[in-house]
Each structure stands twice: as structure tokens, then as C-alpha cells.
């Protein structure tokens, strides 16, 4: 589908992939919504801000030819607090809708729900923490009552099992309401929103060249993810440069981000299957690598090494001799171990058929990143909106069309051996040069993108930057968004001790999703 099919007044944007940016009207948002719908255009993401006092606008971002992005501003008249619900089209528009209603007070006029989402009880229903009149800060009189309304299953032999949110172990808390016939879940419903820590406000009091540190703590296990995407979008505002050796390295991190959740999943998919040595496995070798990371970039998860301009430090070319050995290294024992997985009749009899997502429902509701793939959606942004180094680099985009666990392992043994081929060809051809651009603190206003494919799938940042350098609205996108409502139904049909090999073979982010 071509932007200009929409008869849209749109400006192209200046970044490193393909973005155009327009306002529309209230009939142009529903049309246009309907259009993108219609030629299988996905929905990235949909946030609210208040530009000025009163002053509302509703912002949505789609994917409308995979890899060619429209950003879509909708202005709200001043005293109208109401936009038109565009779920209808977009299933997973649901809950960011939702979002906007708890955060701003903005309701998506028509839709089928409007249930809080983020909001637990712990601020009155009159109180919308992301307006310019509110800090965030302000402690309510008293908890609200939080008698959140679950959809009941009703039928002879239907009961109900609560999950959550606080679990056994050490995740991150999330309830899960399944109705069930026996062990056969009929219907799962989840209710996030309890690691929502107000970061979209807390960005209001951080520089702009500051604010990569708070983007990269969203969610630890993709801070590299994260704060190139922050970056990104900061370094096209203010157009600088970043030094070729930067943009490498930068994509060293990533691949190593990448491989390091890839081999904990791996092991934890092994164990939730009843298959310890395999978690034993993985997790040894994901401790080197980690540890490695300790000692060449000053963290096991690299946070805080990806910043405005490069990155924080350079790696020598011991260093680079060390990435390389241990690449070797994993690539031997992570495919003897694919093997044994392969082979091992008790893990394929839990892998295969389980948590199914046909290629119809994960284009349906928006599926994507590695989940996306393992259901014959062939999209990253690595390849679909390649920027430098990715433009030099030919990205093997692994997919498979089963859309079961046993698809999801493929895939993320795939994408284990291409991320190890592509450090092997970065390590190799890395350019010498500076690390990073010479620093300033102050650049122009504006406002621009950045869109990175992080290890779970692309993560988009949409940035304001006012006129003494602080950020004036940040919104981050992880695409746990698309893809939690996506398990509700992968579970359907499957035994309930079955829910926590479906839900680990996705992974999702509580803490990024929640924000």
C-alpha cells in the first residue's frame, strides 16, 4: 500500500527508515484506520499527549507496507475529551485505549471496552496523572475500591482458576483468569498493570541527552534495545552523525542482547517442559556470556552503554578477539544442544501443537517480533527497515508457519546462529574511527522516531524535545503490547499445566508493557 493511496497531507520525515508524519480529522482517522486494515497494515502503536494545557492529541503509528511507517496525529478540541475508537480494525488498539483513558482521561468514543487498565485503585477516578496540571507525585486521599470486572465463562462443569498476580517465583506479578473444563482452558483473560511505574511522566523532568537512561530501564533484559531506539530518535531531532565505529558496535550490543535471552529462554522452555539439564545448560552458557559482557562493556546487560552521539566505550581489539572465541564457543555447544532438543521425544511431544497461533490469528491480532515469525509473519526491522549497520549486514530473517512452542524454539535457536554470524561479521569488518560525536547538551525543538528490532520484536520511541533540551513528551513502545492479548488465545484448547510453557515460549515484558 502506497501513503499516498490515502490522500493524506503528510511530511516525510528525516530518519534512518521510512516515516511519514501527518494531522488528521476526526472522519480521517477512522477511514484511514479502515484503509490500512483493509490492505494488512499493522497497528505499532497508539499513545495520547497533552501539548498544552487542555490541549489533547491522540497519536498512532502504523506499519502500513512492512517497514514503511505513517505517524497520524489527531488533535482534540479543546473540552471535547473523546476520540473515535479505532479497535475495530486494530484488536490490540484495546488496551492502549484503555491506557490513554487511565493517563489522560480521553475516552475512545464506541468501543467495546473501556475497563481500566493501568489503574488499580490507587488514584481517584478524577485523577489522570499524565495532564500538565499533575506532577505524579500527588498521593490520593485514599486506595479506591479495585472491583475489576472479569469476563465470566458460564456452563456445566466451567470453573474458574485465578493466577496471580502475585506467583510463586520471582517474576514480575500479572493475573491470569482461566475457565476451564477439567484441565481444558476454554478462556484465559489477563490483567496487567501492576509494575506500571509512571515512566511516560517521569520523562518530563529529564534532559533530552539524559533521558536515555530512564529508556533503558524500562525493561532490563532489553535496555540495549531501548536506548538505541531513544537515541535514535533524540540523534535525528538534533541530526547529528553518529561515527560508523559507534553504529557497529552499538549493533554488537544488541546481537548480544539478543543471544543472551535467546540461550535463557531456551534453558527455561527446557525446564517448564521437564527437562532440567536443559536449563542447566543454557543458563551456563548465557552466565559467560553475560560475564564477558561484564568486562567489555561495564555491565552484564550493557545498560547504559548505547548513548546520545555513540556509545560510552570503545573494546579494543583483544576484546574483540575474546567476542569472537567465545562466538565459536557457544555455536558449537548451542547446536549440540539443539540437537538433544530435537531428538528428545518428551520435549517435542510438549512442544508440538501446544499454544498454537495460526498465520490468520497472528495477522488478525497483530502478532509480532519473534512470536510473529514463528506464525509465518516474516517482519524485522533489522531487514524491513534497515538502518546502518543493518543496511551492510543481510539479515536472515528465520520464520516458520506451525506457530506452536515448537515453532518459537526453532526460531530462537535460528536467530541464536545468524546473531553469532552477524557479531563474527561486525567483529571483522569493524571500521576504526571515533566512538562517539562531540557532545553538547542543547540542540533545536522538534520531534522525531526512532525503531529498533529488539530481541521480543521492534521497539518504537516517538519523542518531543522542547526549547531548553528537556523532553517534553516520551513515548517507548514494547511489542508486548501486541502480543499479551495474543495469549489469551494461544491457550484456548490446551491443558492448564500447559500455560507456563505457551506463556515462557513467548516471554513477554510485564515491566515494559506496563511502563
Known sequence: MDINDLELNVTVMPTPFPLSRGEVTPDEWVSTALAIAENHGRLVTLWGSEKRKGQFVISAVYDIDGGKLLWLDLPIPKGVGKYPDISTFFPAA?????????????????????????????????????????????????????????????GEGVHEIAVGPV???????????FSVVGEKTLRLEERLGYTHKGVDKAFENFSAVDGYQLAGRMSGDSTVAYSWSYCMSLENIWKWNVPKRALWL?????????IANHLGDLGAIGNDAGFAFGLSQFMRLREDWLRLNKSLFAHRLMMDYICPGGVERDIDREGLTQILSQC???ESEVRSLQGIYDDHSGLQDRFLTTGTVSNELAMTLGLTGLAGRASGIAHDVRVNAASEPYTDLLVNVSTRVSGDVAARVDVRFDEVFESLRLIRYLVDNMPEGA?????????????????????????????????????????????SWQNWP??????????????????????????????
Open 94 to 154: 484495546t488496551r492502549m485505549q484503555r491506557v490513554i483513558k487511565d493517563l489522560l482521561g480521553l475516552d475512545a468514543e464506541g468501543a467495546s471496552d473501556n475497563r481500566p487498565w493501568l489503574s488499580h485503585g490507587a488514584w481517584p477516578e478524577n485523577y489522570f496523572p499524565l495532564r500538565k496540571e499533575n506532577t505524579g507525585h500527588e498521593t490520593p486521599s485514599q486506595d479506591q475500591v479495585d472491583d475489576y470486572q472479569f469476563v465470566s465463562v458460564a
Open 167 to 177: 506467583h510463586a517465583g520471582i517474576i514480575e506479578p500479572g493475573h491470569f483468569r
Open 250 to 258: 552499538r549493533a554488537v550490543a544488541l546481537e548480544r542482547e539478543r
Open 328 to 330: 565459536h564457543e557457544v
Open 435 to 479: 566512538i562517539r560525536k562531540e557532545f553538547v547538551r542543547r540542540g533545536p525543538v522538534g520531534s522525531s522516531a526512532g525503531w529498533i528490532e529488539g530481541w521480543r520484536g521492534g521497539i518504537f520511541t516517538a519523542l518531543d524535545v522542547d526549547s531548553t533540551g528537556q523532553v517534553a513528551r516520551c513515548h517507548i513502545h514494547d511489542p
Open 486 to 515: 495474543v495469549i489469551e488465545y494461544a491457550v484456548i484448547g490446551d491443558i492448564v499445566p500447559d500455560f507456563p510453557l505457551i506463556n515462557k515460549s513467548f516471554n513477554l515484558s510485564y515491566s515494559g508493557h506496563d511502563r
